[in-house]
């Protein structure tokens, strides 16, 4: 799949003003858990996908060491039909799950259940991210997982048959449920999955759609098995995450109208759409006919008034995980002080995302103060500024959407290219709505 490269010295300013429509990246939560889990029901199956990132593409390439077919067909408006075929049955070396967080927790999970054994490695940024979370549980069911020092590469050696446990989970996190639920499908009775605090729901809905006796009650997770998943085929909608620095930009900038189509609208991901209500924003959502595990549709968004300060922290947090650094961008162009905290998970993520974002906010002009578990943040006077991204996509896009809604002045990125992890037409994107050439 080809894209237009990224001029590493391109600088984001403000637009006169902000048009379009647009169609975004499929979402990749989704995408990476309809390869795992079609893979583990044998297929065949067609997962369709709109411009998959770097992430997903190292989950396809991961599952293809491992002996499934995952073959890749262009299709229509963009969309590339991925057809998968066969169950994991080898190995082949070390895989390679180059920056992907989600690729190596969710792996860990379905190998946990199959006989393989092998060894799931990644680059220095996912190498410095904890895997004793997901390695704990999946030890306690039978499997045996050894890590260097609780991080990557992680050494699996599954089982056939596992067994089934009761486990809480240190921290919210969707990508441990999904992997402790993918290890359960080979496990003797009753898991159940404690969080605590809520978290994103794909995993849930995608089995249960696959035919798996799965279900969620408030926080806790129970899955039955052994379980056997049926394939399914399925149109991957377009990413929440990706929307809402549209959203952000719409609600900062003066003059703007914007309409993202085809976007998943999951309950469990528009708690940032709630967020920028909140602060005022004007945001209309239209949802579209039900087609396969995830509801999807239209959200509309245009310039409004001055947008309202807020305070995150406590549960809300563990759902706005992603899209925090650009929710920043909106709090440091609201009417007053902001402040997000209880957000030390950020600290852990591809970059030490607080740093990071502190970081740029104050070389963007804005007033800002470093929380352990958080900032405090309000408007200043918006300045050029070069941002260190620390080769973080949320990092690097957060800070082009303070430059083109105004809220800084000039931004130059460092590692512009970046974006391409979660989100590759971004700046062909960021090109259309602002009226320039792409």
Sequence with gaps: MSLAPVDPARAVRRAARLRGELRLPSDKSVAHRALIANALAGGPAEIRLRTPGRDVLSTARCLRALGVGVDEQDGVRGVARWTVVGVPDRTDGTLDCGNSGTTMRLLAGALAGLPLRATLDGDASLRARPMD?????????????????????LLIEGAARLRALEHRLPVASAQLIGAVALAALAAEGRTLIHAPGSTRDHTERLLAWMGAPISRHGDVTAIDGPARLRPRSLTVPGDPSAAVPWLVAAAVHPDAELLLTGVGLNPSRLAAVGVLR?????IELSQGPAAGPEPSGDIAVASGSRLRPISLGGAQVAALVDELPVLAVAMAAADGVSELRDAGELRVKESDRIAATVAGLAAIGARVEELPDGWRVS???ATDAEIATGGDHRIAIAF???GLSGVAGEVRLDDPACVSVSYPTFWQH????SGEAA
């Design 133 to 153: 979370r997901v390695a704990a549980p999946l030890r306690a069911m039978g499997a045996s997982l050894t890590t260097r020092h609780g991080r990557a590469p």
């Design 278 to 282: 909140e602060m005022g924003a004007r």
């Design 379 to 381: 408007p200043g006077a």
């Design 400 to 402: 082009a959407i303070a």
């Design 430 to 433: 960021l090109a259309a709505v």
